[in-house]
């Protein structure tokens, strides 16, 4: 198709979209020259991945082997959802816009300017003058990184923070030791696809006693069509040390679903932390369930060390599809593991989301804090485990799942399993379904507050354990994110 | 204060007003009785403004910056800023949402419509606390969600105290001594009555009269099928308690 009459079929489906989806505000498409490899998915694929990306032999062997394995396996159709069937073979896994003058990709001063305003229009600006102070950023766009801020700052205390392109080239025997140790490529069907053909990702290493001084951050847009997203985040954290990192995650109105399929794996050893927050508000389809991300993500941190602790802390907001379950394995002594999230549901979004807390080393402890709400004619599922090896002596849970439903076509559920393998174990599992009705809203404006604030007080108040975990300025921006989904949806 | 000029409203195309005229001046307490299904507690909505009760026809006219005012169109919320309050006959229960965090936003969003300073949580807690001691009320109750596992007592003393914090110009106090134990009554009149002053104005709804020795209204007015049917003192009330509603239906 000539590029002219790409560009007009993409505007008139987003306005189209925009007509019949609530207020989308990232739903703007990027028109850029890019390099696309043509659909399909063979070892031929694979080999084309690796070649673009100059990788050394091993990374090519290892995504092999990935692919070979991921043949093997079928397309999960447990989850409390319909989908699909994905073609795999109908989409392009690679991706990337060109740079300026056959410059490098994942470096600002040789990408696109349109790239940066792209950005920009996001709320990310990448440039040294406008930049985030406090706030490092990694942007991925479609298949590659298109560069990371503050890198020189952070390196001054020995934090590195790089693509996952950068990383196999410039710390390859960190990569090594680290991917793939928490989510073997084996793990499941889309951890494994993602191990074939992940194009980037970030890669974070905080070195032993530092207190990482800034947040680190990925921002990741899928922005062309017929395409998938398939990046790879790894986070180290050596002995005693502390990062806190944001991930967000927005991409085009278009009616034909896009797969978005990610793995990430955080590592701490002795007395380190990680504290991960996520707002994701990918697009979810319109008002018929046309179109919107189909996230299938695995989630994976493992405590090594002892005291160590890893925080998940989640606000899920967008995607038609959402399958996603953030664990930690509770490998260390006194490691602690949190879950603390909000998966809000609209139009005809489908969601089933938890975690899994495995407990091995001994005074283990786990908090699990969901809060699901769903409207319209969603549907919103918590799933969870709760796992105590033989070892994990006084190891120790609460869980708790809230659900809050708004109308009356659409649905929560909760599946909580519980393993206990150890007596001396003590758990805890609270659960609670609640309606946001009429009487409630007109109770509040009677009172002086209008609709926005009687809504958002509602849902400010249901979600509050999960937001006070989120640093601030996420939380603020989280807040926003529900009360603009949830506009017009009660009453 | 209020001027209510021949209403008419119904719920889902079916007429429960039928063409009520009232006016309550500054200073007054008017009470309305009248047996079930007279339209009593749709009177209360439509003067708060629910969304879901179709006004067909009359006017509310209210004083609105000295100025008098058909507030029919006005939303709930900009009724309640202009100084409408409705004590509810059943407080909804909001789960997860802290009793004085709620005060608070509505108190605050009543200054900032009025033109008044917002208040800071730290004098707003010490302000809620003064209105709590007058309803006798446990300080508990201002850290819990509004009203999750209050009594139904204790709801309809959270009704007044919020009352008592928002300051209305005019109230409407629906069935507010329904379900209350005859101490728990006093207390809830006793509150009434020090909130009453010259410059508010009150709607007392109610079944019985029992609650009319308390809070003793200027004027009663009994509904009957949508209409104000009789307007008296309050000897009216002893009447009705006595011989009931039916004597006084249209046309005996």
Same mark, same amino acid.
């Given at each position: !198709?000539?590029?002219?009459?790409?560009?007009?079929?993409?505007?008139?489906?987003?306005?189209?979209?925009?007509?019949?989806?609530? %207020?989308?505000?990232?739903?703007?498409?990027?028109?850029?020259?890019?390099?696309?490899?043509?659909?399909?998915? $063979?070892?031929?694929?694979?080999?084309?991945?690796?070649?673009?990306?100059?990788?050394?032999?091993? !990374?090519?062997?290892?995504?092999?082997?990935?692919?070979?394995?991921?043949?093997? !396996?079928?397309?999960?159709?447990?989850?409390?959802?319909?989908?699909?069937?994905?073609?795999?073979?109908?989409?392009?896994?690679?991706?990337?816009?060109?740079?300026?003058?056959?410059?490098?990709?994942?470096?600002?001063?040789?990408?696109?300017?349109?790239?940066?305003?792209?950005?920009?229009?996001?709320?990310?600006?990448?440039?040294?003058?406008?930049?985030?102070?406090?706030?490092?950023? %990694?942007?991925?766009? #479609?298949?590659?990184?298109?560069?990371?801020?503050?890198?020189?700052?952070?390196?001054?205390?020995?934090?590195?923070?790089?693509? !996952?392109?950068?990383?196999?080239?410039?710390?390859?025997?960190?990569?090594?030791?680290?991917?793939?140790?928490?989510?073997?490529?084996? #793990?499941?069907?889309?951890?494994?696809?993602?191990?074939?053909?992940?194009?980037?990702?970030?890669?974070?290493?905080?070195?032993?006693?530092?207190?990482?001084?800034?947040?680190?951050?990925?921002?990741?847009?899928?922005?062309?069509?017929?395409?998938?997203?398939?990046?790879?985040?790894?986070?180290?954290?050596?002995?005693?040390?502390?990062?806190?990192?944001?991930?967000?995650?927005?991409?085009?109105?278009?009616?034909? =679903?896009?797969?978005?399929?990610?793995?990430?794996?955080?590592? $701490?050893?002795?007395?380190?932390?990680?504290?991960?927050?996520?707002?994701?508000?990918?697009?979810?389809? #319109?008002?018929?369930?046309?179109?919107?991300?189909?996230?299938?993500? $695995?989630?994976?941190?493992?405590?090594?060390?002892? =005291?160590?602790?890893?925080?998940?802390?989640?606000?899920?907001?967008?995607?038609?599809?959402?399958?996603?379950?953030?664990?930690?394995?509770?490998?260390?002594?006194?490691?602690?593991?949190?879950?603390?999230?909000?998966?809000?549901?609209?139009?005809?979004?489908?969601?089933?989301?938890?975690?899994?807390?495995?407990?091995?080393?001994?005074?283990?402890?786990?908090?699990?804090?969901?809060?699901?709400?769903?409207?319209?004619?969603?549907?919103?599922?918590?799933?969870?485990?709760?796992?105590?090896?033989?070892?994990?002596?006084?190891?120790?849970?609460?869980?708790?799942?809230?659900?809050?439903?708004?109308?009356?076509?659409?649905?929560? =559920?909760?599946?909580?399993?519980?393993?206990?393998?150890?007596?001396?174990?003590?758990?805890?599992?609270?659960?609670?379904?609640?309606?946001?009705?009429?009487?409630?809203?007109?109770?509040?404006?009677?009172?002086?507050?209008?609709?926005?604030?009687?809504?958002?007080?509602?849902?400010?108040?249901?979600?509050? #354990?999960?937001?006070?975990?989120?640093?601030?300025?996420?939380?603020?921006?989280?807040?926003?994110?529900?009360?603009?989904?949830?506009?017009?949806?009660?009453? | 204060?209020?001027? &209510?000029?021949?209403?008419?409203?119904?719920?889902?195309?079916?007429?429960?007003?039928?063409?009520?005229?009232?006016?309550?001046?500054?200073?007054?307490?008017?009470?309305?009785?009248?047996?079930?299904?007279?339209?009593?507690?749709?009177?209360?909505?439509? &003067?708060?403004?629910?969304?879901?009760?179709?006004?067909?026809?009359?006017?509310?006219?209210?004083?609105?910056?000295?100025?008098?005012?058909? &507030? &029919?169109?006005?939303?709930?919320?900009?009724?309640?800023?202009?100084?409408?309050?409705?004590?509810?006959?059943?407080?909804?229960?909001?789960?997860?949402?802290?009793?004085?965090?709620?005060?608070?936003?509505?108190?605050?969003?009543?200054?900032?419509?009025?033109?008044?300073?917002?208040?800071?949580?730290?004098?707003?807690?010490?302000?809620?606390?003064?209105?709590?001691?007058?309803?006798?009320?446990?300080? *508990?109750?201002?850290?819990?969600?509004?009203?999750?596992?209050?009594?139904?007592?204790?709801?309809?003393?959270?009704?007044?105290?919020?009352?008592?914090?928002?300051?209305?110009?005019?109230?409407?106090?629906?069935?507010?001594?329904?379900?209350?134990?005859?101490?728990?009554?006093?207390?809830?009149?006793?509150?009434?009555? *020090?909130?009453?002053?010259?410059?508010?104005?009150?709607?007392?709804?109610?079944?019985?009269?029992?609650?009319?020795?308390?809070?003793?209204?200027?004027?009663?007015?009994?509904?009957?099928?949508?209409?104000?049917?009789?307007?008296?003192?309050?000897?009216?009330?002893?009447?009705?308690?006595? *011989?009931?509603?039916?004597?006084? *239906?249209?046309?005996?």
């Amino acid at each position: !198709m000539p590029k002219g009459e790409e560009k007009i079929l993409n505007e008139k489906t987003i306005q189209e979209n925009t007509l019949s989806s609530r %207020d989308y505000k990232y739903g703007f498409y990027t028109d850029i020259e890019t390099d696309r490899i043509p659909k399909g998915l $063979t070892e031929e694929t694979i080999r084309l991945i690796s070649t673009k990306k100059h990788e050394p032999e091993w !990374m090519y062997e290892w995504r092999l082997k990935a692919f070979r394995h991921w043949k093997t !396996m079928t397309e999960p159709h447990w989850p409390n959802f319909d989908y699909g069937p994905i073609d795999y073979q109908a989409l392009s896994y690679y991706t990337a816009p060109k740079t300026k003058k056959g410059g490098p990709v994942g470096n600002i001063d040789t990408t696109d300017p349109e790239l940066i305003k792209t950005f920009e229009r996001l709320g990310i600006p990448l440039s040294e003058q406008k930049r985030l102070t406090g706030v490092a950023v %990694d942007a991925v766009f #479609d298949s590659v990184s298109v560069g990371t801020t503050h890198q020189a700052e952070l390196a001054k205390v020995g934090v590195i923070f790089c693509s !996952m392109t950068e990383a196999i080239e410039q710390h390859p025997e960190l990569v090594k030791k680290y991917l793939g140790s928490v989510v073997p490529y084996s #793990d499941n069907f889309f951890a494994a696809l993602n191990a074939a053909v992940f194009s980037d990702g970030s890669f974070c290493y905080i070195p032993k006693g530092v207190r990482c001084p800034l947040e680190l951050s990925t921002y990741f847009r899928i922005n062309a069509a017929e395409s998938g997203q398939f990046e790879r985040t790894l986070i180290v954290a050596e002995d005693s040390s502390y990062v806190s990192y944001l991930e967000g995650c927005t991409a085009p109105m278009r009616d034909e =679903n896009q797969l978005h399929a990610a793995v990430v794996e955080l590592i $701490t050893l002795d007395n380190a932390e990680i504290k991960y927050s996520t707002v994701q508000n990918w697009y979810s389809g #319109d008002k018929e369930g046309k179109g919107g991300i189909y996230n299938f993500v $695995t989630k994976r941190g493992k405590c090594v060390g002892k =005291n160590s602790k890893i925080s998940w802390t989640q606000v899920e907001a967008g995607s038609a599809i959402t399958w996603k379950y953030p664990s930690v394995i509770l490998q260390g002594d006194n490691s602690v593991g949190k879950f603390y999230s909000v998966a809000l549901t609209n139009n005809r979004m489908q969601a089933d989301t938890g975690t899994k807390m495995i407990h091995i080393g001994k005074n283990t402890k786990s908090t699990v804090v969901s809060k699901g709400i769903s409207t319209d004619e969603s549907n919103n599922s918590y799933r969870g485990l709760i796992k105590i090896m033989p070892t994990a002596d006084g190891a120790r849970n609460f869980s708790q799942c809230d659900s809050m439903l708004i109308g009356n076509k659409c649905s929560a =559920n909760t599946f909580p399993y519980i393993e206990v393998k150890n007596n001396s174990a003590v758990l805890e599992h609270e659960a609670s379904t609640s309606k946001i009705n009429a009487d409630q809203i007109f109770y509040l404006q009677s009172r002086g507050l209008d609709l926005e604030g009687a809504i958002s007080l509602i849902i400010n108040g249901f979600c509050k #354990d999960v937001f006070k975990e989120l640093p601030m300025e996420f939380a603020v921006e989280a807040v926003k994110l529900l009360e603009m989904k949830l506009e017009g949806s009660v009453g | 204060m209020i001027e &209510i000029r021949n209403l008419h409203a119904g719920i889902e195309g079916t007429p429960i007003l039928k063409g009520i005229n009232l006016t309550i001046n500054t200073g007054e307490v008017h009470a309305i009785m009248g047996p079930n299904g007279s339209g009593k507690s749709t009177l209360s909505k439509v &003067i708060a403004g629910h969304p879901q009760y179709e006004v067909t026809e009359g006017e509310i006219i209210y004083d609105v910056n000295f100025k008098k005012v058909n &507030i &029919i169109d006005l939303a709930a919320e900009e009724r309640a800023r202009e100084g409408i309050f409705l004590a509810f006959q059943y407080p909804v229960e909001i789960p997860g949402v802290n009793t004085a965090v709620f005060l608070r936003a509505a108190f605050n969003e009543i200054c900032k419509h009025q033109g008044a300073d917002e208040m800071d949580p730290i004098d707003f807690d010490e302000y809620i606390r003064s209105k709590m001691k007058i309803l006798e009320m446990d300080e *508990k109750y201002i850290s819990r969600a509004v009203n999750v596992d209050f009594s139904g007592g204790e709801k309809k003393r959270n009704e007044i105290m919020q009352m008592a914090v928002l300051n209305p110009r005019f109230a409407v106090l629906d069935e507010t001594d329904s379900g209350l134990d005859i101490d728990s009554m006093r207390i809830v009149a006793d509150g009434v009555n *020090k909130l009453r002053n010259k410059n508010n104005a009150m709607l007392v709804i109610t079944h019985y009269q029992r609650l009319l020795n308390y809070i003793v209204p200027d004027f009663v007015h009994i509904l009957q099928d949508g209409k104000i049917v009789r307007t008296a003192g309050k000897e009216l009330a002893l009447a009705v308690e006595e *011989k009931g509603y039916d004597w006084l *239906k249209e046309g005996k």
